[in-house]
């Protein structure tokens, strides 16, 4: 059986005028299409672990912290779609090599402009369009869930962006 390929690169972002740069680890995965994470069941499965794997290696090589590990589509929401609805984000979290923020019992109200401010402090900041940064941010944490912003959006963004700044 030919084990899966996966393609990873760590990239360490030049150091600007502050001290607040982030550092990202961007990675690619063999496969897939835009309602796939990368086909047979089996496959993916293999994947994953391989890809935690090399998740945790990175990330203990370069500092990565697990805020800053971040699918294509959410470093350029409308022009890249992977990894996919499909992708196991929660997953990754329970490893410990991402994050997967839970509304648990908040209740917010909802609030556009809070939720595009707290977009931006989870670090969408490629676009301000509403309803392709939703999109984008359903794809990762809500994947199934369809129709206008809501209350479970807003907390789960809330804690996202809670988490990034703590």
Do not use: N
Request: glycine share 8%; aromatic share 6%; charged share 25%.
């Amino acid at each position: 059986m030919t084990q899966p390929t996966t393609t990873a690169c760590a990239e360490r972002l030049q150091t600007q005028s502050h001290d607040e740069t982030p550092q990202i680890l961007r990675l690619g995965m063999i496969g897939g299409g835009v309602q796939s994470f990368i086909g047979q069941v089996h496959r993916a499965a293999a994947q994953m672990d391989a890809l935690v794997k090399l998740l945790q290696e990175i990330k203990a090589r370069w500092a990565i912290r697990s805020e800053r590990v971040i699918g294509h589509a959410d470093m350029a929401p409308g022009r890249k779609i992977d990894p996919g609805r499909r992708f196991d984000w929660r997953r990754l979290a329970l490893e410990g090599v991402a994050v997967w923020p839970s509304p648990e019992a908040d209740t917010l109200a909802v609030d556009p402009a809070g939720f595009l401010t707290a977009m931006a402090g989870f670090g969408y900041t490629a676009s301000d369009d509403a309803a392709l940064l939703l999109d984008t941010f359903r794809m990762r944490f809500r994947p199934r869930h369809e129709g206008p912003l809501d209350e479970t959006d807003m907390a789960i963004d809330r804690r996202a962006s809670c988490r990034e700044r703590g």
